[in-house]
Structure formats: structure tokens, C-alpha cells
């Protein structure tokens, strides 16, 4: 449930704090005073589309956190996204005047998306345009399929895989029946390139390894200049010097004479030694590196004609030799399938068949449970209805085959809610017959019956009383405070019947200053409840009629305690 809510600079709404309890609590307020302006704002919250017309004028941007208890849904994705954080759940959303978004589950920052994906599991906002929804028929068959439960939403989602894999398999097969000419280009044009690639026989980073030898070859002079050099200086005399080599055994010489009279100098002197070997070790490597240089450009040639080869397949194929070699592995398995397209048709043909086959018994299945609980719904709402004041109202869900066997999201029927609100009238679709105040009724009744299967904590009802007065007023307070005892439900309304069923009452209120209009919201107290329910008739707190009319009202609903 929703426990705590914070708006700062939200359309009118400069600061605003509200908490928020169990049971049935509503939200009133004058035509115009913002009352859906709380909704909005914790619609955004729970990641609905963001707009900068949404920022208070002159704010910088604006900032919507709310706190809930979690449940068996919500604890389960705030896990799985690693912000799991005890059983409080914290969300906060902002948004600034440059369009940027931010958003934080406990803390830790979230994205817009995992708030669309939260929200259904803490609060269902159902509004007047939801009551309009039911006009849709493509919506009844998810209403009824929703009525199922868990088990029957699992055989929907099978019948849906199911389509989905057959379209996937029809759509390769189409691929592969594309026009004969156009294949045999492409397999021609597949050919020349991987018998081209192929011929080359690249090897793994080859190019960068010619390079390098490519550079040695060209630069042999350069090379043979520096390494005749230092040989001359290593190995003999030079500028009328001993070679260095000399030098240093005669060095060894003299400091292994020393050492034999110095026992102290030999650790020093078994350092030098070493360093002498392997100056003449590098010596002698010098000397084969320089033996081993080829004699001619013969190879250097080679080189260039095997690097412009493979240059030119880079500007063809990659801008590497790994590259290259993906483009050749993609290339061959595209001509493998093309070559057998005809076999791999035939293949995919039966593959079809076979999920066709599957599909058409799954959906079978799927519609004799659908007829199963349409009896129960059907039953089920005409009850709730009567509830409302809607006592002769028939209640029917309609099957139509479709009008084509091909697979498809939703199984083998068209279903419709269809309604007689009136004895002696046909049943005909909602859309036809269905005032604003019936649909509305409908859409409680749905909601009423679907609360236990849904598990949503927390319902909001948006002025879905539009349309609806009298005793019906009085029926649908009672159904909303009924359906409270098993979920936390809030309910803009502007019907003081509705309202005086709330165990929690909030005043929505509209003022200016300094040229400036702000919304508040208030929690009230017992007697101003009285007071807000007397404005709800009509009157005011001098007129004594209306106002213990307000005071009957709260009693009569247990809502006033003295």
C-alpha cells in the first residue's frame, strides 16, 4: 500500500506532504481544485510519460517520492534489480526543466522503464477513461483471461508463444520462397567472395606481422649500418682502439688476479664475469641476425604483393583480417542456406505445421476455459450489479469464432461484453447501450471481482462516480468501502454519499497569493468533515438543514464517531 507521498513544484502543487492510511479514504475538493493533480503526479511517480508542462511555472524542474509497503510482486522485481532494501520501498522520480529524468528505487538510481514495470504490482488507477475502455472490445478478452488466475493466464501465454513461433517460422519460410533470380544473384555474388576470401588463406593478424617484416626488409642497409657498427666497436680494434671485447677480458684478467689476493672482491667480481659472458653472447647473436639478413629484395617483393592483397579484400570486406574472416564465416553460412533453401523449406514447412497443429489444441483447451469462467463472470457481475442499483441488468460474454484458423495472440475467438441493462431489451455490446454512469458501474463490478486475482494493494478510483446519484451513490459508497476491507482503495469523488463512506477524508483546495495559485491538501478532522460534506450539498455550515444532513450522512456510515 501507499504509505507517504512528497510533490514539490508539480503543476500547481508548490510543497506538499501527504500520508496515507488503509481502508477507504477520499479525495474532495471544488470542480477545478486539483483533485486529479495528486493522481497525475503519482502516475508519474509510477513511471507514467513525462512532460515539462508538468513543471511549476518558474520552477527549475520538479520531484515526486513516495513510500509503500512491498508485496509478494514488487519485493520480487526490487530483488531481482539488486535494490531490495527491507520492507520499505522508497521511489522518487524528478524531472528538470532541460528534460532530463532521473529516478531512484530505495536510493539507488532506476530507470523509467523498471518504474512502468513496478508500478502495476502497487497501485491500478482506474479513471473515467478506463470506465471508456470497456468500449474497446479488444480489451475484454485480457479482462476475462485476468479472471482466470495464474493456471488460465498460463495456458493464454502458451497459445501466445505459440503464435508467435508460427509467425517466426512462416516469415523464414517467405524469406526462403522469395523470387528464384534474386537468390541466384545473391548465392553467384556469395560464391566469388568466399572462394575470393578463401583463396587467400589469411591467418590471424598476419597483416600486422608483414608489416613488421616488411619494415626490417626495407630498411636492410639502415640495419646492417648500425649493427657493422657496434660489431666493430665489440669485436675489433677501432680508431686505433682495442675492441671492446678485448677490453673487457682483459679486465676479467686483471680482476680475478685481485680477488685471488682479496677474497672479498669476488662477489663483485662474479658480477662482472657475468656481465662480460653476455656481452659476448650478444655478440655472437649480432652475428648470426646479421648472417641470417636476406641478400636481395626478393622476399621484400613478396611482402608488397601479398600486403596489396590483402589491402584490397580490407576495402571490400573489413578493416581488419579478423574482420575479414567474420564477413567470410557469415558469408558461407548464408550460402550454406540458400543453397538448401529448398530443403530448409521443407523442413520449416512441417516445422509449422506441427506448431499449427499444437496451437489449434492449445487454443481449443484455452476456449473451453474461457466458457468455463465466462458463466462464473457473467454470474459473478450480474450479482455486483445488482449491488449498484443495477438489479435487472443482464451480463453476457460473447464468443466469435475468428474468421480465419491462422494462429494468433489471443487464441480462436473475438470476445465482446455484451448488456441488457433493462428487462425486455436484447443484449447488444457495451458500446451501444452503456450510459457514463452504467459504465462506470461495470467497471467496479470488473474491478470488485478481479481484486482478489489481481493482487494489486492499492486501488484508485478517479472520479469513476461521473454520471451516478441517488440510491446508486449510496450502493457504490457501500461496494468501495466493502472492497477496502481487502485492499487499500482511494476515490476522487464529488458525490458527498460516496464520500461520507471514507474512513479517511482529504480536502483538496485551490488558493492565490501574491499573484500566484497553489493546491493544498488536507487531512480533516471530524468536524470538518461535516463541514466539507455540507459544501458537497450545496449548502453551508449556517444553513441547519443541510448540515446535519452532512452529520446523518457520516453517522449513518459509521464515519462519525460523536
Known amino acids: 500500500m501507499i504509505k507517504e507521498l512528497q510533490i514539490s513544484n508539480f503543476a500547481l502543487i508548490e ?98 522503464s523498471q518504474l512502468a514495470e513496478l508500478g502495476p504490482s502497487l497501485v491500478d488507477i482506474v479513471g473515467q477513461h478506463d470506465s471508456q475502455s470497456l468500449l474497446n472490445p479488444d480489451g475484454h478478452a485480457l479482462l476475462l483471461d485476468t479472471y482466470g488466475g495464474t493456471e488460465h493466464l498460463a495456458l493464454r501465454r502458451k497459445v501466445d508463444d505459440l503464435a508467435e513461433q ?30 575470393e576470401i578463401a583463396a587467400a588463406a589469411l591467418q590471424p593478424q598476419e597483416d600486422d606481422l608483414l608489416e ?33 671485447l678485448h677490453s673487457l677480458s682483459a679486465m676479467e684478467n686483471e ?23 653476455e656481452f ?38 573489413g578493416s581488419t583480417v579478423e574482420e575479414i574472416q567474420v564477413y567470410l564465416k557469415e558469408a558461407e553460412e548464408e550460402l550454406i542456406l540458400l543453397e538448401n533453401a529448398t530443403v530448409r523449406a521443407g523442413g520449416l514447412d512441417e516445422e509449422a505445421n506441427a506448431i499449427y ?6 487454443a481449443a483447451v484455452l476456449t473451453e476455459s474461457r466458457m468455463n469462467l465466462s ?28 474468421t480465419t484458423d491462422t494462429p494468433s495472440p489471443g487464441g480462436r475467438e473475438e470476445i465482446e461484453f455484451m448488456m441488457a441493462p433493462n428487462i425486455g431489451e436484447d443484449l447488444k455490446p457495451l458500446a451501444k447501450i452503456a450510459s457514463g454512469g452504467e459504465l462506470s458501474r461495470v467497471m467496479l463490478a470488473v474491478k470488485a471481482i478481479l481484486v482478489e486475482t489481481e493482487q494489486t494493494p492499492t486501488i484508485i478510483f478517479d472520479e469513476i462516480d461521473a454520471g451516478i446519484g441517488g440510491r446508486t451513490a449510496l450502493a457504490l459508497g457501500e461496494k468501495l468501502r466493502a472492497l477496502s476491507n481487502v485492499r487499500q482503495v482511494l476515490c476522487v469523488t464529488h458525490l458527498p454519499v460516496v464520500a461520507s463512506f471514507g474512513r479517511h477524508h482529504y480536502s483538496v483546495q485551490k488558493s492565490s497569493k501574491a499573484e500566484r495559485t497553489t493546491v493544498s491538501v488536507r487531512l480533516l478532522q471530524p468536524d470538518e468533515r461535516v ?32
Not at 660489431?231 to 675489433?236: L, P, R, S
Not at 663483485?268 to 664475469?273: D, K, M
Not at 455486483?384 to 475468428?402: I, K, Q, W, Y
Request: with cysteine; aromatic share 6%; proline share 1%.
Open 357 to 362: 497443429e499444437q496451437w489449434m489444441k492449445e
Open 15 to 112: 510543497d506538499l506532504e501527504l500520508s496515507f492510511y488503509s481502508g477507504f479514504s477520499v479525495l474532495s475538493g471544488e470542480t477545478g481544485a486539483g483533485k486529479s493533480i495528486i493522481i497525475d503526479a503519482l502516475s508519474l511517480l509510477l513511471g507514467a510519460r513525462a512532460s515539462l508542462e508538468m513543471i511549476r511555472t518558474g520552477a527549475e524542474g520538479t520531484r515526486i517520492s513516495g513510500s509503500f509497503s512491498h508485496n509478494d510482486n514488487s519485493r520480487r522485481l526490487v530483488s531481482e534489480w539488486g535494490m531490495l532494501d527491507g520492507d520499505e520501498l522508497i521511489i522518487t522520480r524528478e524531472i528538470n526543466t532541460s528534460g532530463r529524468n532521473k529516478c531512484w528505487i530505495n536510493g539507488r538510481l532506476a530507470t523509467v
Open 255 to 277: 680482476l680475478r688476479r685481485a680477488s685471488a689476493l682479496d677474497s672479498s672482491l669476488e662477489p663483485i667480481v662474479e658480477r662482472y664475469i657475468g656481465l662480460s659472458l
Open 375 to 402: 458463466q462464473r463472470l457473467e454470474g459473478q457481475i450480474e450479482r455486483e450489479l445488482a449491488d449498484l442499483s443495477m438489479g435487472n441488468t443482464r451480463f453476457r460474454v460473447s464468443f466469435t469464432p475468428r
Open 531 to 562: 463541514e466539507e460534506l455540507t459544501r458537497m450539498l450545496g449548502g453551508s455550515t449556517d444553513e441547519p438543514i443541510t448540515f446535519e444532513h452532512a452529520r446523518e450522512l457520516l453517522k449513518r456510515t459509521g464515519s462519525l464517531l460523536s
Open 166 to 195: 508460427w509467425a517466426s517460422v512462416r516469415a523464414e519460410l517467405n524469406r526462403l520462397h522469395r523470387d528464384e533470380r534474386e537468390r541466384n544473384r545473391r548465392i553467384d555474388l556469395l560464391t566469388f567472395q568466399v572462394e
Open 212 to 244: 613488421v617484416e616488411r619494415s626490417r626488409l626495407a630498411n636492410l642497409d639502415r640495419i646492417r649500418q648500425g649493427l657493422h657498427y657496434v660489431m666493430n666497436v665489440m669485436g675489433e680494434d677501432y680508431d686505433e682502439r682495442e675492441s671492446l
Open 280 to 317: 659476448h653472447d650478444i655478440y655472437g647473436e649480432f652475428r648470426e641476425y646479421l648472417d641470417n639478413l636476406p641478400a636481395d629484395s626478393e622476399r621484400l617483393n613478396e611482402l608488397e604483393s601479398r600486403l596489396d592483397l590483402i589491402d584490397g579484400l580490407k576495402r571490400k570486406y
